[in-house]
Protein backbone atom coordinates (compact mmCIF):
# COMPACT_ATOMS: atom_id res chain seq x y z
CA UNK A 1 0.00 0.00 0.00
CA UNK A 2 1.27 3.42 -0.82
CA UNK A 3 2.73 5.04 2.11
CA UNK A 4 0.64 8.22 1.36
CA UNK A 5 -2.40 5.98 1.35
CA UNK A 6 -1.60 5.18 4.91
CA UNK A 7 -0.03 8.58 6.35
CA UNK A 8 -3.37 10.57 5.04
CA UNK A 9 -5.99 8.36 7.55
CA UNK A 10 -9.12 9.74 6.96
CA UNK A 11 -8.51 13.49 6.27
CA UNK A 12 -8.98 12.45 2.46
CA UNK A 13 -11.39 10.30 0.71
CA UNK A 14 -12.14 10.09 -2.90
CA UNK A 15 -14.77 12.56 -2.36
CA UNK A 16 -12.23 14.91 -2.41
CA UNK A 17 -9.73 14.32 -5.31
CA UNK A 18 -10.04 15.55 -8.87
CA UNK A 19 -7.89 13.87 -11.04
CA UNK A 20 -5.60 14.71 -13.78
CA UNK A 21 -4.33 13.73 -16.67
CA UNK A 22 -0.66 14.27 -15.41
CA UNK A 23 1.07 16.61 -12.66
CA UNK A 24 2.62 19.22 -14.39
CA UNK A 25 -0.86 19.98 -16.17
CA UNK A 26 -1.78 19.92 -12.58
CA UNK A 27 0.36 22.68 -11.62
CA UNK A 28 -0.69 24.91 -14.40
CA UNK A 29 -4.19 24.97 -13.53
CA UNK A 30 -3.86 25.33 -9.77
CA UNK A 31 -1.44 28.75 -10.96
CA UNK A 32 -4.65 29.34 -12.98
CA UNK A 33 -7.00 28.90 -10.37
CA UNK A 34 -6.12 31.00 -8.18
CA UNK A 35 -5.68 34.70 -7.87
CA UNK A 36 -5.79 37.13 -11.05
CA UNK A 37 -3.00 37.72 -14.44
CA UNK A 38 0.13 39.62 -12.35
CA UNK A 39 -0.54 37.86 -9.10
CA UNK A 40 2.37 36.23 -8.13
CA UNK A 41 3.11 32.40 -7.33
CA UNK A 42 6.12 31.72 -4.86
CA UNK A 43 8.30 28.63 -4.62
CA UNK A 44 11.54 27.21 -3.28
CA UNK A 45 14.67 26.78 -5.48
CA UNK A 46 16.66 25.16 -7.07
CA UNK A 47 12.98 24.01 -8.17
CA UNK A 48 11.44 21.69 -10.51
CA UNK A 49 11.55 23.58 -13.49
CA UNK A 50 7.38 23.41 -14.51
CA UNK A 51 7.31 25.23 -11.32
CA UNK A 52 9.06 28.18 -13.07
CA UNK A 53 6.89 27.66 -16.03
CA UNK A 54 3.58 27.04 -14.72
CA UNK A 55 2.88 30.71 -12.93
CA UNK A 56 3.82 32.63 -16.71
CA UNK A 57 1.73 30.01 -18.19
CA UNK A 58 -1.11 32.06 -16.64
CA UNK A 59 0.42 35.39 -16.44
CA UNK A 60 0.97 34.95 -12.69
CA UNK A 61 4.52 36.54 -11.81
CA UNK A 62 7.19 33.64 -10.22
CA UNK A 63 9.13 34.62 -7.05
CA UNK A 64 11.68 32.31 -5.68
CA UNK A 65 12.94 32.09 -1.85
CA UNK A 66 16.30 30.12 -1.98
CA UNK A 67 17.10 27.19 -0.04
CA UNK A 68 19.44 27.51 2.65
CA UNK A 69 22.91 25.21 1.60
CA UNK A 70 25.68 24.08 3.60
CA UNK A 71 28.53 22.23 2.73
CA UNK A 72 30.99 19.69 4.69
CA UNK A 73 33.71 18.46 2.80
CA UNK A 74 32.13 16.66 -0.26
CA UNK A 75 28.34 16.59 0.92
CA UNK A 76 25.66 19.16 0.58
CA UNK A 77 22.52 19.79 2.51
CA UNK A 78 19.79 22.22 2.54
CA UNK A 79 17.46 23.42 4.64
CA UNK A 80 14.82 26.27 4.49
CA UNK A 81 15.51 29.92 5.37
CA UNK A 82 12.29 31.10 7.14
CA UNK A 83 13.41 34.68 7.26
CA UNK A 84 13.79 34.97 3.66
CA UNK A 85 10.48 33.00 3.06
CA UNK A 86 8.33 35.25 5.10
CA UNK A 87 10.00 38.15 3.31
CA UNK A 88 9.12 36.87 0.02
CA UNK A 89 5.56 36.95 0.34
CA UNK A 90 3.56 40.06 -0.27
CA UNK A 91 0.06 41.24 -0.67
CA UNK A 92 -0.65 39.69 -3.86
CA UNK A 93 0.96 36.29 -2.94
CA UNK A 94 -1.52 33.60 -4.02
CA UNK A 95 0.13 30.12 -4.25
CA UNK A 96 3.27 28.25 -2.77
CA UNK A 97 4.27 25.71 -4.98
CA UNK A 98 6.22 23.03 -2.66
CA UNK A 99 8.31 20.33 -3.70
CA UNK A 100 7.52 17.22 -0.95
CA UNK A 101 10.41 15.53 -1.18
CA UNK A 102 12.50 18.05 -2.93
CA UNK A 103 13.50 18.00 -6.14
CA UNK A 104 16.37 18.24 -7.14
CA UNK A 105 18.00 18.29 -3.92
CA UNK A 106 16.18 15.10 -2.46
CA UNK A 107 15.13 16.68 1.16
CA UNK A 108 12.34 15.06 2.78
CA UNK A 109 10.87 18.06 5.11
CA UNK A 110 10.46 16.71 8.88
CA UNK A 111 7.12 17.60 10.86
CA UNK A 112 8.18 20.84 12.71
CA UNK A 113 9.42 22.25 9.66
CA UNK A 114 6.25 21.62 7.46
CA UNK A 115 4.03 23.00 10.61
CA UNK A 116 6.04 26.25 10.16
CA UNK A 117 5.77 26.72 6.81
CA UNK A 118 2.26 25.85 6.58
CA UNK A 119 1.88 28.58 9.61
CA UNK A 120 3.72 31.29 7.53
CA UNK A 121 1.46 30.37 4.12
CA UNK A 122 -1.69 31.01 6.67
CA UNK A 123 -0.34 33.85 8.11
CA UNK A 124 -0.45 35.89 4.22
CA UNK A 125 -3.79 33.86 2.93
CA UNK A 126 -1.11 31.64 1.00
CA UNK A 127 -2.91 28.39 -0.24
CA UNK A 128 -0.04 25.46 -0.72
CA UNK A 129 0.37 23.08 -4.07
CA UNK A 130 2.24 20.26 -1.69
CA UNK A 131 3.89 18.26 -4.83
CA UNK A 132 4.60 14.58 -3.67
CA UNK A 133 4.82 12.57 -6.10
CA UNK A 134 7.59 10.97 -4.80
CA UNK A 135 6.52 10.38 -1.41
CA UNK A 136 6.74 6.90 -1.77
CA UNK A 137 10.82 6.83 -2.72
CA UNK A 138 11.63 7.19 0.37
CA UNK A 139 15.33 6.27 1.03
CA UNK A 140 16.91 4.76 4.38
CA UNK A 141 14.74 5.88 7.92
CA UNK A 142 13.11 8.64 5.98
CA UNK A 143 9.59 9.01 6.70
CA UNK A 144 7.32 11.11 5.17
CA UNK A 145 4.34 13.04 6.83
CA UNK A 146 2.16 14.14 4.06
CA UNK A 147 1.82 18.34 4.85
CA UNK A 148 -2.07 18.27 4.61
CA UNK A 149 -2.11 15.86 7.58
CA UNK A 150 -0.65 17.73 10.17
CA UNK A 151 -4.56 19.44 10.87
CA UNK A 152 -7.23 20.74 9.87
CA UNK A 153 -6.55 24.15 9.62
CA UNK A 154 -3.19 23.31 7.08
CA UNK A 155 -5.39 20.74 5.14
CA UNK A 156 -8.10 23.52 4.51
CA UNK A 157 -5.26 25.52 3.00
CA UNK A 158 -3.93 22.85 1.22
CA UNK A 159 -3.87 20.83 -2.81
CA UNK A 160 -1.59 17.58 -2.19
CA UNK A 161 -0.46 16.53 -5.79
CA UNK A 162 0.13 12.86 -5.91
CA UNK A 163 0.80 10.19 -8.90
CA UNK A 164 1.42 6.84 -9.30
CA UNK A 165 3.95 7.39 -12.41
CA UNK A 166 7.38 8.09 -10.40
CA UNK A 167 6.71 5.29 -7.84
CA UNK A 168 5.72 2.66 -10.59
CA UNK A 169 6.83 4.00 -13.44
CA UNK A 170 3.93 4.73 -14.91
CA UNK A 171 3.67 8.08 -16.55
CA UNK A 172 2.28 6.85 -19.88
CA UNK A 173 -0.79 6.22 -18.44
CA UNK A 174 -1.95 9.98 -17.26
CA UNK A 175 -3.05 9.08 -14.06
CA UNK A 176 -2.92 11.97 -11.00
CA UNK A 177 -4.47 13.00 -8.16
CA UNK A 178 -5.28 16.66 -6.70
CA UNK A 179 -6.57 15.93 -3.61
CA UNK A 180 -8.61 19.05 -2.16
CA UNK A 181 -10.52 19.03 1.35
CA UNK A 182 -11.47 22.48 1.10
CA UNK A 183 -14.70 22.41 -1.27
CA UNK A 184 -14.54 26.02 -2.25
CA UNK A 185 -10.79 25.37 -3.39
CA UNK A 186 -11.66 22.39 -5.50
CA UNK A 187 -14.93 24.35 -7.35
CA UNK A 188 -12.15 26.58 -8.14
CA UNK A 189 -9.44 24.13 -9.63
CA UNK A 190 -12.31 22.55 -11.46
CA UNK A 191 -13.54 25.48 -13.28
CA UNK A 192 -9.98 26.46 -14.12
CA UNK A 193 -9.67 22.87 -15.56
CA UNK A 194 -12.83 22.75 -17.32
CA UNK A 195 -12.25 22.35 -21.07
CA UNK A 196 -9.01 22.45 -21.01
CA UNK A 197 -7.73 19.64 -19.21
CA UNK A 198 -8.72 16.08 -20.37
CA UNK A 199 -10.31 13.49 -18.11
CA UNK A 200 -8.36 10.60 -17.37
CA UNK A 201 -8.71 7.66 -19.42
CA UNK A 202 -9.68 4.03 -17.97
CA UNK A 203 -6.20 2.45 -18.33
CA UNK A 204 -4.42 5.10 -16.37
CA UNK A 205 -7.32 4.69 -13.40
CA UNK A 206 -6.83 0.68 -13.76
CA UNK A 207 -3.12 0.97 -14.14
CA UNK A 208 -3.29 3.26 -10.64
CA UNK A 209 -5.39 0.55 -9.12
CA UNK A 210 -3.21 -2.28 -9.87
CA UNK A 211 0.34 -0.40 -8.96
CA UNK A 212 -1.26 0.43 -5.33
CA UNK A 213 -2.93 -3.03 -4.65
CA UNK A 214 -0.68 -5.27 -5.91
CA UNK A 215 2.61 -3.22 -6.01
CA UNK A 216 3.83 -3.44 -2.40
CA UNK A 217 7.02 -5.94 -2.93
CA UNK A 218 7.92 -4.86 -6.14
CA UNK A 219 8.64 -1.45 -4.57
CA UNK A 220 9.86 -3.22 -1.32
CA UNK A 221 12.99 -4.17 -4.10
CA UNK A 222 12.72 -1.15 -5.67
CA UNK A 223 13.44 0.80 -2.93
CA UNK A 224 16.25 -1.37 -1.50
CA UNK A 225 18.05 -1.14 -5.26
CA UNK A 226 17.56 2.65 -5.13
CA UNK A 227 19.80 2.91 -1.67
CA UNK A 228 22.06 0.96 -3.21
CA UNK A 229 22.47 2.83 -5.53
CA UNK A 230 22.10 6.16 -3.79
CA UNK A 231 24.84 4.99 -1.40
CA UNK A 232 27.43 3.74 -4.28
CA UNK A 233 26.74 7.08 -6.53
CA UNK A 234 27.46 9.26 -3.14
CA UNK A 235 30.93 7.14 -2.62
CA UNK A 236 32.15 7.84 -5.69
CA UNK A 237 31.16 11.04 -5.86
CA UNK A 238 32.77 11.84 -2.91
CA UNK A 239 36.60 9.69 -3.24
CA UNK A 240 36.82 9.79 -6.51
CA UNK A 241 35.18 12.10 -8.35
CA UNK A 242 36.93 15.74 -6.64
CA UNK A 243 36.26 18.61 -6.95
CA UNK A 244 32.35 17.52 -7.82
CA UNK A 245 30.23 17.72 -4.69
CA UNK A 246 26.70 16.19 -3.80
CA UNK A 247 23.50 15.68 -1.82
CA UNK A 248 22.72 12.70 -0.04
CA UNK A 249 19.41 11.95 -1.01
CA UNK A 250 16.56 11.53 2.01
CA UNK A 251 14.46 10.53 -1.27
CA UNK A 252 13.35 10.29 -4.76
CA UNK A 253 16.04 8.80 -7.36
CA UNK A 254 17.38 12.01 -8.10
CA UNK A 255 21.27 13.21 -7.11
CA UNK A 256 22.02 16.88 -6.60
CA UNK A 257 25.60 17.92 -7.72
CA UNK A 258 27.69 21.02 -7.22
CA UNK A 259 30.10 21.40 -10.36
CA UNK A 260 30.71 24.94 -9.30
CA UNK A 261 34.64 24.40 -8.40
CA UNK A 262 35.58 23.38 -12.24
CA UNK A 263 37.29 25.45 -14.16
CA UNK A 264 34.82 25.80 -16.60
CA UNK A 265 34.16 28.11 -19.42
CA UNK A 266 31.09 26.31 -20.22
CA UNK A 267 27.97 25.15 -17.76
CA UNK A 268 27.96 21.23 -16.38
CA UNK A 269 25.47 19.96 -18.41
CA UNK A 270 27.28 21.26 -21.93
CA UNK A 271 30.21 19.96 -20.55
CA UNK A 272 29.19 16.73 -19.35
CA UNK A 273 27.58 16.17 -22.38
CA UNK A 274 30.46 17.54 -24.80
CA UNK A 275 32.87 15.77 -22.93
CA UNK A 276 31.83 12.27 -21.42
CA UNK A 277 28.32 11.90 -23.49
CA UNK A 278 26.26 12.08 -20.36
CA UNK A 279 23.10 13.65 -20.67
CA UNK A 280 22.61 15.28 -17.45
CA UNK A 281 19.88 17.72 -16.22
CA UNK A 282 21.11 21.70 -16.33
CA UNK A 283 20.88 23.03 -12.96
CA UNK A 284 20.45 26.39 -14.00
CA UNK A 285 17.02 25.11 -15.60
CA UNK A 286 16.23 24.70 -11.66
CA UNK A 287 16.30 28.40 -10.90
CA UNK A 288 18.52 30.69 -8.13
CA UNK A 289 20.56 28.27 -6.23
CA UNK A 290 20.92 26.05 -9.59
CA UNK A 291 23.41 27.70 -11.72
CA UNK A 292 26.65 25.38 -11.68
CA UNK A 293 24.79 22.19 -10.28
CA UNK A 294 23.69 19.24 -12.44
CA UNK A 295 20.76 16.26 -11.68
CA UNK A 296 21.70 12.75 -12.05
CA UNK A 297 18.54 10.00 -12.32
CA UNK A 298 20.32 6.95 -10.33
CA UNK A 299 16.86 5.27 -10.91
CA UNK A 300 18.83 3.02 -13.29
CA UNK A 301 20.69 -0.42 -13.40
CA UNK A 302 24.06 -0.36 -11.06
CA UNK A 303 25.91 -1.00 -15.08
CA UNK A 304 24.66 1.91 -16.21
CA UNK A 305 24.83 4.13 -13.41
CA UNK A 306 28.76 3.10 -13.24
CA UNK A 307 29.26 3.56 -16.74
CA UNK A 308 27.80 7.20 -16.24
CA UNK A 309 30.12 7.81 -13.26
CA UNK A 310 33.63 6.39 -15.47
CA UNK A 311 32.50 8.42 -18.10
CA UNK A 312 32.67 11.70 -15.67
CA UNK A 313 35.31 10.73 -14.35
CA UNK A 314 37.54 10.24 -17.37
CA UNK A 315 36.21 13.73 -18.30
CA UNK A 316 37.80 15.30 -15.20
CA UNK A 317 40.86 13.67 -15.17
CA UNK A 318 41.48 15.14 -18.98
CA UNK A 319 40.43 18.52 -17.81
CA UNK A 320 42.59 18.52 -14.89
CA UNK A 321 45.59 17.61 -17.62
CA UNK A 322 44.68 19.94 -19.98
CA UNK A 323 44.37 23.07 -16.99
CA UNK A 324 47.79 21.39 -15.26
CA UNK A 325 49.59 21.73 -19.34
CA UNK A 326 48.52 25.48 -19.45
Known sequence: MSAWLICTGDIFNLNTSSFMPGLVSAINVLCRAFGEPGDSVL??????????????????????????????????????????????????????LLSHPHNPVGLEYDPPTLRRLAEICLDHNVIICSDEI?????????????????????????????????????????????????????????????????????FGFAGALAAYEHGTEWLAALLQYLIANRDHYVARITTELSPLRCTIPQATYLGWIDCRELPLSISPY?????????????????????????????????????????????????????????
Do not use: W
Not at 60 to 82: H, K, N, P
Not at 146 to 173: E, H, V, W, Y
Open 270 to 326: RFFLNEARVAFSDGAAFGPGGEGFARINFGCPRAQLDEALDRVAAALQRLADTHANT
Open 43 to 96: TLTPAYPPFLSAPRNQQRQIDTCELSLSVSGSILSYAIDFDALRAAMHERTRLL
Open 134 to 202: HCDLLLGETRHIPLASLDQAIADRTITLMAPSKTFNLPGLGCSMAIIPNPELRRQVSRAAAGIVPHVNV
